[in-house]
């Protein structure tokens, strides 16, 4: 289990430039080794032996599975951002929904502050 945990460690998330900021790049590496880690932690789990360290591999299992609802998110917001972004670059769309642009204003500053901060650590 500690090999699986350093393993985990070691996973960097793949940036790339988009325009004036940065976005995650397709994440089937990182998604393949979590689900590859997760069965083998399923595994262990159902060997007789696990006694010792069931709490360890609960908490484990735990945070797989928040690092994978976490990604899964991730993903689902940067594709609604980088659809919504060009739109609300519009001038017209600025002119003929203020409110709506103000929000999107929001949450662009927020999504580009995390990717520039996730660039510099990935």
Known sequence: MNEMIDNLKEIKLGIMKYKSTYVLQSLDEITQSLDDNFNILI??????????????????????MIVQDTLEGWMKCQRSWMYLEPIFASDDIKKKMPLEHKKFEGVD?????????????P
């Open 43 to 64: 595994f262990m789990k159902s060997s007789p032996y696990i006694k010792p360290i069931l709490k360890r591999a609960n908490d484990l299992e735990q945070r797989l």
């Open 109 to 121: 500053r927020t999504f580009r502050a995390i990717m520039e901060h996730f660039n510099k650590e």
